[in-house]
């Protein structure tokens, strides 16, 4: 079961933690996915789509916490 930094277990081990998500996808290419829109990779993870506005703010904060 996946870990935070803080050595507590995920409530969604299917998710990846946020912090991950660089490492496992180019970041850039990231906020056209998400205007395009994500398909839910796991059974609690939603149906999304970013205005294009809040892509580029979400890609920026996925920088940050590499």
Do not use: C, W
């Amino acid at each position: 079961m996946p870990r935070d930094p803080r050595g507590r277990n995920s409530p969604t081990p299917a998710a990846p933690p946020f912090r991950t998500l660089a490492k496992r996808f180019p970041v850039d290419d990231l906020a056209d996915v998400l205007n395009e829109g994500v398909e839910r990779r796991h059974p609690v993870m939603p149906d999304s789509r970013f205005d294009p506005d809040d892509a580029i703010d979400f890609t920026a904060y996925l920088k940050t916490v590499r």
